[in-house]
């Protein structure tokens, strides 16, 4: 069955748009999948279309997450390093909306999560996986573009501190320059984890 690279040929000629293929993908991931499976290794996708890239980092680093027993604190933990530091940024509304869906999808295929877990991966897909351009550093509204580093800690928080991403990236992923700074408890819902 052949896969297909192009949404239409319209997007083709107006972005460039043409999706990266699946054995492509694999080669490119195989070349650092010693960093994939270090599950707060930072991995960027600055043009991520739908996620082709991002979804076969995160199928890997959900493999070496399968091996937690998912009753254990220790699990979720680990499932939030894994996807706070993934980040998308593509130019086309629906590809970052899909890329957001697919790898929720791919969580709650492979893994069993409380809702809770799932509403905290929602938002943190939301702040990674942004709707912009890469070369201007301009969100869609025309604003500098603007992404969250992550802190998932042992007492239950995970911090989100917002930054330029022009910032980050000139630091080599690391800001110093912290706009905002939000607090989400995610200790309570390991409670409702079943076996």
Not at 101 to 115: A, F, G, Y
Not at 131 to 138: A, Q, S
Request: aromatic share 8%; net charge neutral; with cysteine.
């Amino acid at each position: 069955m052949k896969e297909n690279q192009i949404k239409t040929k319209s997007r083709v000629v107006m972005f460039g748009e043409v999706y990266t293929a699946k054995r492509e993908v694999n080669a490119m991931v195989d070349l650092v999948d010693e960093s994939v499976k270090e599950l707060s290794a930072t991995f960027l996708e600055p043009a991520c279309g739908n996620g082709n890239f991002l979804i076969e980092v995160l199928r890997r680093r959900l493999e070496v997450i399968k091996s937690i027993p998912s009753f254990d604190i220790y699990f979720v933990r680990c499932l939030l390093l894994a996807v706070s530091s993934l980040y998308g940024v593509d130019i086309q509304k629906d590809n970052v909306v899909e890329c957001r869906v697919r790898l929720l999808n791919e969580i709650t295929k492979t893994l069993e999560i409380t809702d809770g877990v799932k509403d905290l991966l929602t938002v943190i897909l939301k702040k990674n996986i942004i709707e912009g351009d890469t070369l201007t550093m301009k969100a869609a509204n025309g604003k500098d573009m603007q992404i969250c580093e992550w802190d998932v800690r042992n007492d239950g928080h995970l911090i989100c501190k917002t930054v330029l991403y022009k910032d980050m990236v000139a630091n080599g992923g690391e800001s110093t320059a912290y706009k905002n700074r939000y607090s989400y408890r995610w200790l309570p819902s390991v409670e409702r984890i079943t076996a």
